[in-house]
């Protein structure tokens, strides 16, 4: 190779490194979320020195005049408004009136939003209907009634798929139950007759079952309560939200977010 060449291939290697340099930037700044105007860090910081607690974000609210600010409860996200001078503090939900949606509970639903690629999938009881195309994990104890509420629900829908962790926190023979769920000969069987039937899995010989995997993976994620789902895309729908589990479930399979396993 001639010194022309050498020189033309560093300069073209040093190039072709600025340009996917600059690529990988851009993209990182697309991904980062946006950062705060003045007013939202004027605002983060009184709060902090007003309230005496950490503020993880502060954010301008959909509505004039008001800030959402974020917090941690330990491992719970709440949801705070306040003005631009954080002389007034309000709590609670606000809800948009022509459409009854809880906007903080769906934002507090996003806020949570997890990689449903970590999931461990093997530890749920997966159904398939239809294509299977719309995805759902959902956090369940065998006797929940809102867990039941919301199974009946998602029995009407096809093109689904379901991956149910048992999840045994509300009665003392809860465990008992999940086990007889997780070791009978057709898991998802058993769960259904028990949820929309009303009939309890037979004694079976006893197996392996993972009830401390299920406690840990639950209170890693924060789960405190059931149901608890979610879809494809990550995002959390607490309670028996069968419309707004629906809807997030829609937006996952347009957007191609995750395949069954």
């Known amino acids: 190779m001639t010194a022309l060449s050498r020189s033309f291939s560093s300069s073209f290697s040093r190039w072709v490194l600025a340009v996917l340099a600059g690529l990988w930037l851009a993209a990182s700044a697309a991904a980062a979320p946006p ?99 719309r995805v759902v994990a959902m956090f369940s104890d065998p006797f929940c009634p809102f867990c039941k509420k919301l199974d009946a629900s998602l029995a009407t829908l096809d093109n689904v798929t379901i991956y149910t962790f048992l999840y045994p926190i509300l009665r003392k023979e809860s465990p008992d139950m999940a086990s007889r769920i997780w070791c009978s000969p057709d898991r998802a069987k058993a769960y259904n007759d028990l949820m929309l039937h009303g009939r309890e899995p037979s004694p079976v010989a006893a197996c392996r079952v993972p009830v401390d995997k299920w406690l840990a993976l639950g209170n890693r994620m924060g789960v405190n309560a059931t149901p608890v789902s979610y879809a494809a895309n990550g995002v959390r729908v607490v309670g028996a939200r069968f419309e707004d589990l629906n809807r997030a479930m829609d937006e996952s399979a347009k957007g191609g977010a995750a395949a069954v396993n």
Do not use: C
């Open 35 to 133: 950062a705060p105007t003045p007013e939202e860090a004027q605002v983060k910081r009184l709060a902090e020195t007003r309230l005496g607690v950490k503020i993880d974000s502060a954010t301008r609210a959909p509505y004039p005049g008001l800030y959402e600010l974020v917090t941690q409860n330990g491992g719970d996200r709440e949801i705070y408004y306040t003005d631009e001078k954080v002389t007034l503090l309000m709590t609670g939900s606000m809800i948009d009136v022509a459409s009854r949606r809880n906007l903080t509970q769906e934002r507090l639903d996003k806020l949570s939003a997890i990689r449903f690629d970590d999931l461990p999938l093997d530890l749920a009881i997966k159904q398939v209907r239809g294509n299977g195309k």
